[in-house]
């Protein structure tokens, strides 16, 4: 205890330092060398050299023009200090290299002084630490040689090692993790276990819905699917427990600083964390392994339990990771006043929500690819059937899903921008509104497909042919909308391009590159969705109710007048404020469900007694549309994979933003291209692992090994 | 849009109905006249980023058309396999062979051959402002600060008139060279830049935003910009050092008032 609250004396102190000086690497060592209050003059120092020109050639640590201060706080000792501030004076050429030093006659002796005598009380406040820097620097010197970018990283790396007071008990503020840096090792690993995680809690929440529909309505194939779905359970858990081990590991060793800090905030949280797994996995196993085993409402119970227990743990974790986001219930320090409100900061319930909708769209689709790996590897025509069926649900699950995740995004998206609009317009204008268009690319691929999969599933049903061809205006739809929905407000253009435009914004795809196109846009998209999917559901029914007449176009004027209700109020946003046109958004959402509510109740009305005019043959579908299973459960991968470096990245040079500085080697906010790339290979590990889940999952099917002789004798006695 | 060239596309497309074409056909038609609309079809031109977007989507969308239905995908798929088995296409298919690398040739001549120009900018000039900034010592909250003058619009005319052609002598004065005669972002310094200068007649630009924000840009110019999302390229000086907090207000009025925008409202602290 005794040394945690040293930490965390360290940390506040390191942090006062912060708000007040700009001098972000400084921060690492200040927090480990000072042990004592800052010197009177340091303040005045920072402000003189803030100044004057200082930092432009000389940074804390790293050699940028000129020598970094701790070298020359290496190299030299306090009674050099008149020596160096007439140096400083005169300018100077050839101690440290060929770069010149520029003189600075207008300097005072007294501000040079304390300058200079500020970078000795700051880099070498013993003279025991001269000795332990001179070495270390020696040592990373050879490091470097490796990589030029990672030999830097070590160099700071063994450098804030060998920090004076390198006394046990006190810890480096980061270590750096080989090759790839410390941040793209947490990165890959954190989203790779919040896949996974997202998967293991969204199996249950359908498996849990599936196996009480089949309860209600008495059919076994539900109960078989939902059964189906909780194999791919046990071996995922196991995946994400080793990969949350992994996670914690290396945020412990790696950044060791922040560990403590938000072990300081979140304290005993974590103890109902580490239960509650208990609980899951007790659960977890009582549910999968007890199928049939219970009667079917204690089974249900249990599947009941396995989720709650799910959702708790989502909501504890979720609060660690948004209150680096939106920090609330600590001073401006950082000092912790209400753990609670810790707890349920501002982006807390939104993340919440979002995920949990967005973790049912995941596994859904995830789950359908599993229909479909199976579908294509199916030798017999029922296990076709039966695997058809599955990757069929699946994706009726994810789509199901994906419908409300653009409401939940934008509530999440203001909770932003309402508790800080700098984050928001970063997180909108700023770099970060590029990944946006990778989204509606994303998106506008995810309506494709999932359009493209209920037309192909047409094929299967008899009777279906009739609708074949609206398909070509539905795509139509789908494809404008897509395009409106894709469309950049700012575009990339070369000077010349945009010189043609006569600007930024060219005048024509401006306009679709607001708000309210945008809005509209996702809305029509939605609705032709649904349509493909009503148009889906009829296929072999003929409706038998005597109003079947009226019943349609009653349909098709709700549909007609909801298109033009949404886009009407989308071009009225053209000419309204912005405030206003903000609020256009409810009712155009409010439409769309209305319609899709209306028209689901219409359509069941309507076709209770439906004659059946042909069958839905499971099976009979065409190979490709399994691609287009497997592109989904991809595409919402690599979003999700995307989204989230986005809610991480945000908080750019902060780890607990506006509280928590992140003075490590990588607060840089990356390249858009280096993000996409990480998310990439992140996609298709966790697509490697997947493959040997599936892998796993279809080996309890298997047949026993038995012995060659053996089996050619059984053989024998089957002919 | 050039009419020239989009009714035409139009046109042929809606022919199209009315013939009987090979599914092929068809889609060759559609991916022609689609891209012809979009490369020749736009004035002013589009930008080749977006159009890439565009004819990615229509390439794909087109595809999906085809394979969306078995029967259409098995017709296609028939004629290509006539196409590359029957003798009587040999004198196409070899054309074909010959026009397909040359037409790939040409499009890399075309692209490598072009003059040397900067790299297309990515850049989005959106930055961020702070909550407060200090205007010659004085604090100013850019959340809640409003144009002092903005009320004389209704309350007294003659005053906010007199405001207006101040600022109209600012703009003339020290905007103007950037910015262009007619605010259009096209002033005789604007050849030098890259990004252009803002071009306010956009009704995306200055019409999106609080006065408040071009107080801001104003008075800090490139130098102010947030430290989030650097590197920042603006030339624009910072107009505190040059121009007075009031007359900052008046060619702000006036930017409004000569593009006949309106400034997006404060939000009301809910």
């Known amino acids: ?719 | 849009m050039n009419l020239w060239v989009c009714i035409p596309a139009v046109l042929a497309l809606i022919g199209l109905r009315f013939l009987k074409t090979h599914i092929l056909g068809w889609l060759a038609a559609w991916w022609i006249c689609v891209f012809v609309i979009l490369k020749f079809g736009m004035v002013p031109p589009m930008p080749s980023s977006i159009i890439g977007l565009y004819v990615a989507i229509l390439t794909s969308v087109l595809l999906l058309y085809l394979t969306s239905d078995t029967e259409r995908m098995s017709q296609a798929g028939n004629f290509l396999m006539r196409f590359f088995g029957e003798r009587k296409f040999a004198p196409y298919l070899w054309t074909a062979a010959v026009l397909i690398p040359l037409l790939a040739g040409t499009n890399a001549y075309l692209a490598a051959s072009k003059e040397v120009e900067a790299p297309a900018s990515g850049r989005t000039i959106h930055p961020a402002p702070p909550g407060e900034m200090t205007f010659k010592g004085k604090k100013i909250d850019l959340i809640k600060a409003s144009n002092p003058f903005r009320e004389l619009e209704t309350k007294d005319p003659t005053a906010f008139e007199t405001h207006v052609a101040a600022g109209r002598k600012v703009y003339y004065q020290n905007c103007v060279f950037c910015h262009g005669d007619n605010m259009e972002g096209d002033g005789i310094f604007a050849y030098g830049y890259d990004p252009l200068p803002a071009n306010f007649q956009d009704p995306t630009t200055i019409g999106m935003l609080q006065e408040s924000y071009l107080f801001w840009r104003i008075a800090k110019g490139g130098p102010g910009l947030p430290e989030e999302s650097t590197p920042w390229s603006s030339a624009m000086p910072a107009w505190e050092k040059f121009v007075s907090e009031d007359d900052i207000w008046n060619v702000i009025l006036f930017l409004y008032r000569f593009t006949g925008q309106k400034p997006r409202a404060q939000e009301k602290a809910e």
């Open chain 1, 1 to 719: 205890m005794g040394s945690y609250q040293c930490l965390r004396a360290r940390f506040f102190q390191f942090k006062n330092f912060s708000t007040r000086g700009l001098f972000r690497s400084l921060l690492m060592i200040a927090s480990v060398a000072m042990a004592s209050a800052l010197p009177a003059h340091a303040q005045d120092a920072q402000t003189l050299m803030k100044g004057s020109d200082c930092l432009i050639c000389h940074q804390p640590e790293i050699k940028v023009v000129g020598p970094a201060f701790k070298e020359i706080a290496g190299k030299y000792t306090r009674a050099d200090i008149p020596k160096l501030v007439a140096k400083v004076k005169a300018g100077g050429l050839g101690v440290w290299g060929q770069v010149p030093m520029a003189p600075h006659p207008a300097l005072s002796d007294a501000d040079l002084t304390t300058m200079v005598t500020w970078i000795f009380s700051t880099y070498a406040p013993a003279d025991v630490a001269k000795v332990g820097n001179g070495k270390d620097t020696a040592g990373a010197d050879a490091n470097s040689g490796a990589s030029k970018h990672h030999g830097r990283l070590a160099a700071i790396f063994a450098t804030s090692g060998g920090i004076p007071g390198t006394k046990p008990g006190s810890e480096p503020a980061y270590r750096a993790f080989p090759v790839i840096g410390s941040r793209v090792a947490v990165w890959i690993v954190a989203q790779l276990h919040l896949m996974f995680a997202a998967f293991v809690l969204a199996v249950p929440i359908f498996a849990l819905i599936i196996e009480y529909i089949g309860y209600k309505t008495g059919e076994k194939r539900y109960d078989d699917l939902a059964h189906e779905f909780t194999k791919l359970l046990s071996t995922s858990f196991s995946f994400t427990a080793s990969l949350g081990a992994m996670l914690t590991f290396l945020l412990l060793v790696l950044y060791p600083k922040l560990m403590s800090y938000l072990t300081s905030i979140f304290g005993w949280t974590y103890v109902p964390y580490a239960l509650l797994f208990f609980a899951e996995a007790v659960f977890m196993y009582a549910y999968y392994y007890g199928w049939g085993k219970f009667s079917p409402r204690v089974h249900l119970l249990l599947g009941l339990a396995l989720n709650i227990v799910g959702i708790c743990i989502i909501f504890i974790a979720d609060s660690w990771l948004t209150f680096m986001n939106s920090p609330n219930g600590v001073t401006e320090a950082g000092e912790l006043v209400n753990r609670w409100q810790a707890v349920d900061n501002f982006t807390w319930m939104p993340i919440n929500i979002h995920r949990m909708i967005a973790n049912i769209a995941f596994g859904g689709s995830i789950a359908g690819a599993y229909g479909a790996f199976k579908f294509m590897g199916a030798t017999t025509d029922e296990e076709r059937a039966e695997y058809d069926w599955m990757g069929y649900i699946g994706n009726f699950i994810a789509i199901s899903a994906l419908l409300p995740l653009p409401f939940a995004g934008y509530y999440l998206g203001k909770e932003i921008y309402a508790y800080s609009q700098n984050m928001g317009m970063t997180l909108m204008g700023g770099a970060f509104s590029w990944l946006f268009i990778i989204q509606a690319i994303l998106i506008g691929v995810l309506f494709l497909s999932a359009n493209y999969y209920l037309w192909l599933g047409m094929e299967r049903i008899e009777g279906a042919e009739r609708f074949r061809k609206f398909i070509k205006w539905l795509l139509g739809s789908v494809t404008i909308c897509f395009v409106i929905w894709a469309t950049p407000h700012s575009l990339v253009a070369t000077v010349e391009e945009a010189r043609k435009m006569g600007g930024a914004h060219h005048p024509m795809l401006g306009v679709l590159g607001v708000m309210s196109a945008k809005n509209t846009a996702v809305n029509v998209l939605i609705l032709t969705t649904y349509i493909s999917f009503l148009l889906y559901r009829r296929g072999n029914k003929r409706a038998t109710v005597s109003w079947a007449k009226k019943g349609n176009w009653a349909e098709f004027l709700i549909f007609a007048l909801t298109t033009v209700f949404v886009i009407v109020l989308g071009v009225l946003g053209y000419f309204v404020e912005a405030k206003v046109r903000i609020r256009l958004s409810v009712p155009q959402v409010l439409a769309v469900l209305g319609a899709m509510i209306s028209v689901t109740i219409i359509d069941i009305f309507m076709f209770r007694k439906a004659e059946i005019t042909g069958e839905i043959r499971w099976g009979k579908m065409p190979q490709r549309s399994q691609y287009a299973l497997i592109l989904i459960a991809i595409t919402f991968t690599w979003l999700m994979g995307l989204m989230g470096y986005v809610r991480s990245g945000i908080r750019q040079h902060w780890h607990v933003y506006g509280v928590m500085k992140d003075e490590s080697v990588d607060a840089f906010t990356p390249t858009l291209g280096f993000a996409a790339k990480v998310v990439s290979v992140t996609v298709l590990i966790f697509f490697t692992f997947i493959a040997i889940i599936f892998w796993l999952a279809s080996l309890s099917g298997k047949k026993n090994w038995k012995p060659k002789t053996e089996s050619i004798e059984s053989t024998g006695a089957a002919e």
